[in-house]
């Protein structure tokens, strides 16, 4: 009996499950990490947002209350394991919305507590990165991040999973929140991103959107939105049905001058660091023009390429655990007294 249990705890030694919640934005996730490997990844979706054009903060927070506990049953259930099961309890402290951030955060706590178990605070954005781990092919060290999402842009050097720096980012608005305020101005839904991706199927990108002078490996997006916007507003004062007829063309156009930015840099930041393995990741990187513009840069400049599966690009808790496994190695655990944070610093 004592040999039984402990194999049994040498097993857990070696084979650490953790649970990992992820709640920043507008999408609650679960996921069951063992030994780094990722079990299951619940993603709930809020699409009460849809009607507003954008994420309510206040919905956002109800939602997550609504269903962080289905979510976790669920992810526990698919994974095949139980509360007893887990030896660590992995939370995104931000950055994100404060109030999305607490209900998870919260909720991580008091689970933590209940079970006496370690707490592993893990940075949303460093996630993002090491969602690359979630499954191989992974990226060696050094590599460059190219990390897109609906509130950041930044080029990444990780040289471990412990040891990251951004070394190039926007200093206006996000890849993503280009996309999403463009889409807007073409009358689309929200998030416009996957939506711009599917209108920009097989239509030529003929309308030249003006490209931003931003020194080093920085970006700058705001200029687009307003050259977008003054675009359609010419445009439908001579025709009224302007969008509606060219909306193809449109979000080609916009998406191609997009990703240019984002590749002229990222094709810099390879050159300048002397790096061959680049990887791209966040909810932008999910766009099938970009996807196909690393992998041809990676043909033209001698790369190897690393792309995420659908599934690890937008939010999602399995980076979150991914994160929380590496930390988990290191013994890098949190106090209970730990708080959220909505600007939280790389
Ligand atoms: O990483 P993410 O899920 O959440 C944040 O942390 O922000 O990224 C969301 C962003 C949104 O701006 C959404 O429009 C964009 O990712 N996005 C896309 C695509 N899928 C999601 N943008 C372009 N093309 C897509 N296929
Ligand atoms: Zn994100």
């Known amino acids: 009996m004592r040999k039984k249990v402990f194999l049994a705890s040498l097993t857990r030694f070696f084979l650490p499950v953790i649970l990992a919640i992820e709640s920043s934005c507008d999408e609650t996730s679960v996921a069951v990490i063992e030994d780094g490997r990722v079990l299951s990844n619940i993603i709930a979706n809020q699409t009460i947002h849809y009607e507003y054009g954008g994420v309510v903060p206040e919905l956002a927070s109800r939602a997550h209350q ?56 893990v940075n949303h954005m460093q996630a993002h990165v090491l969602a690359h781990f979630a499954e191989p092919p992974y990226p060696s060290f050094p590599f460059i991040c190219l990390t897109v999402s609906g509130g950041h842009t930044q080029i990444v050097l990780v040289r471990s999973p412990a040891q990251m720096e951004v070394v190039g980012e926007t200093l206006d608005d996000a890849a993503g929140e280009a996309f999403d305020k463009a889409g807007k101005i073409f009358g689309l839904g929200y998030p416009a991103g996957p939506l711009i991706d599917r209108h920009a199927k097989n239509h030529p990108p003929e309308i030249h959107f003006p490209h931003p002078q931003v020194p080093g490996l920085n970006f700058s997006f705001s200029g687009l939105k307003t050259a977008v916007l003054y675009h359609v507003q010419q445009h439908t004062a001579q025709n009224p049905d302007y969008v509606t007829k060219h909306i193809g063309v449109l979000c080609a156009s916009l998406q191609q001058t997009i990703i240019s930015i984002l590749m002229k840099k990222l094709v810099q930041a390879a050159k300048e660091l002397n790096i061959r393995h680049v ?68």
């Open 279 to 346: 990887a791209i990741a966040g909810g932008v990187s999910a766009n099938s023009g970009l996807r196909q513009a690393l992998q041809d840069a990676g043909i033209q400049h001698g790369w190897e390429t690393f792309i995420p599966k659908f599934e690890y690009c937008t939010d999602n808790a399995a980076m979150i655990g991914i994160a929380a496994h590496f930390k988990y190695q290191n013994g890098d655990f949190s106090s209970l007294d730990i708080t959220p944070s909505s600007r939280l610093p790389f």
């Open 66 to 121: 609504e269903n962080i506990v289905p979510a976790t049953t669920r992810a526990l259930e698919y994974a095949g394991k139980s509360l007893e099961d887990l030896d660590a309890v992995g939370i995104t402290i931000g950055p994100g919305l404060l109030g999305s951030l607490l209900v998870g955060v919260s909720f991580a706590k008091s689970l933590a507590y209940s079970l006496s178990l370690p707490l592993i605070q």
